[in-house]
């Protein structure tokens, strides 16, 4: 299974695969093991915003599995990436 990132400011793609055993990952953390750069200044509390994509939507707190519940096509939107 497969997830796309899209850096906005770079107009690059990241296919990233997972297993069904990352799904209880937070987003911030899976996307960081990928070596995809997402920015963080408070440390996945909720509190900076920095890592926030697409819809206001926080990588911090939500897991890979409610990313997926909510956008069905695996498409995450990094605006500074
Ligand atoms: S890392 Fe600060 S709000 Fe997500």
Redesign the pocket.
Known sequence: MQIEVLGLASGRSYFLTYETSELNEIL?DFLRKKNIT???????????????IQNGW????LTLEQFIQRQSNGKIFVGYL
């Open positions: 911030l997402i920015a963080s200044s408070c440390d996945g509390k909720g509190v900076c915003k920095k890592c926030e926080l990588t911090c707190q």
